[in-house]
C-alpha cells in the first residue's frame, strides 16, 4: 500500500512539471512575441528561442514550487488568475512598453517575480478563507 502511494506521488509531481513546463513556455513564447517583435515588424526569433528555453526552465521550477509550497495542493480559479493570468498580461504589457527602449529582455525576467508575487497573494487569502 505505501508503495503505491509513493508512486502516486511520483506520477503527480512528473504531470505537475510537465505542466508547469507547458505553461512557462507558452507565456515565454506570448510575452517574448510582444517584447521582441521590432519596430518595422520584423521578428527576432534568437531572442524568442532564449525567451521559451528561460520559460521553459522557470516555468518548470517556478510553477512547481509555488503548486506545492504556497498552494498546498489547492488549484482553484483564484490560482489560475493570480498565479497564471495576471502575471501573463503584465508581462505582455511590459513587452510592449519596454520594446520601444529595446528593452524588453526586462519583461522576460518580470514575469516570474509576477507569478512568484501572484502565488504569495493567492496562498495568504487562501489562510484567510481558512482561519
Known sequence: MKMKKYIL???EFFFVLVVSINLGVGGAFIVGFCAFNNR????????????????????????????????????TRRFAVYVIGIPLVLGVLFGFLLRIFDGGWIACFATPVFVLLGAIKCSNQAKDVRS
Do not use: D, H, K, M
Not at 42 to 53: A, G, K, N
Not at 59 to 70: E, P
Open 9 to 11: 506521488c511520483i506520477v
Open 40 to 75: 518595422y515588424n520584423e521578428y527576432q526569433f534568437e531572442p524568442l528561442l532564449y525567451s521559451l528555453v528561460s520559460g521553459a526552465l522557470v516555468g518548470g521550477v517556478l510553477l512547481t514550487f509555488t503548486y506545492y509550497r504556497y498552494l498546498n495542493r489547492n488549484v
